[in-house]
Nanobody
Framework: QVQLVESGGGLVQAGGSLRLSCAASGRTFNDMGWFRQAPGKERQFVARITMSGNTYYADDVKGRFTISSDNAKNTVYLQMNSLKPEDTAIYLC?????????????????WGQGTQVTVSS
């Protein structure tokens, strides 16, 4: 069974950058996505990368975040620049499943445990 492990979260000042990593224990052979969940809020789509390298972003991170992958390392990254306090959340990577739309939680069938990102003002 493939497992996903996120890393790279931390505390950063507004305007700063962080790079998150999501390491898979094996080949996922699927599109991959990043979601985030703030306290008291629903899990929210952030970004997706397809197996062919196409990328998709939520409107509120477009132009600031970049998703990428290294297939040789079975790792997906999320480069986050110009961070804002409202980006504070637990960030989770996920493997795309079948059915449902790519920006819905139900569209993913395997999740990591998440990594905390805190942006101070």
């Amino acid at each position: 069974q493939v497992q996903l492990v996120e890393s790279g979260g931390g505390l950063v000042q507004a305007g700063g950058s962080l790079r998150l990593s999501c390491a898979a224990s094996g080949r996922t052979f699927n599109d991959m996505g990043w979601f985030r969940q703030a306290p008291g809020k629903e899990r929210q789509f952030v970004a997706r990368i397809t197996m062919s390298g196409n990328t998709y972003y939520a409107d509120d991170v477009k132009g600031r975040f970049t998703i990428s992958s290294d297939n040789a390392k079975n790792t997906v990254y999320l480069q986050m620049n110009s961070l804002k306090p409202e980006d504070t959340a637990i960030y989770l990577c996920a493997r795309r499943g079948s059915g449902s739309l790519y920006y819905l939680v139900s569209g993913y069938d395997l999740w990591g445990q998440g990594t905390q990102v805190t942006v101070s003002s």
